[in-house]
Nanobody, 122 residues
């Protein structure tokens, strides 16, 4: 079965950096989207960033452009979200997700989700 396991969350001061990792196993798509979403309590899950594993095309929500990068390591079936210049409004639970593509935007495009990792920026 498909399993996505996030790691790398934590607490950091504003202006700091964190790198989130998402280890994927059992994903049978040959090419697919790996995405990151953020959710605050009582709010809907919102798109943060995504990458398509075939084209390496990347997508970011406007608020993180220039500060976050997304990448994959196919040898490890792992996706990364590098977050820099963090701000308090970046705080939330970050979820990794996998979907068949080719459209990588929006939570409805993803079939598999990790358990989430908390990021707190103060």
């Amino acid at each position: 079965h498909v399993q996505l396991v996030e790691s790398g969350g934590g607490s950091v001061q504003a202006g700091g950096s964190l790198r989130l990792s998402c280890a994927a196993s059992g994903v049978r798509y040959r090419r697919y989207c790996m995405g990151w979403f953020r959710q605050d309590p009582g709010k809907e899950r919102e798109f943060v960033a995504a990458v398509h594993t075939l084209s390496d095309a990347t997508y970011f929500t406007d608020s993180v452009k220039g500060r976050f990068t997304i990448s994959t390591d196919p040898t490890k079936n792992t996706a990364y979200l590098e977050m820099r210049s963090l701000r308090p409004d970046d705080s939330g639970v970050y979820y990794c997700a996998a979907g068949p593509g080719p459209i990588c935007l929006g939570p409805d495009r993803y079939n598999y989700w990790g358990q989430g990792t908390q990021v707190t920026v103060s």
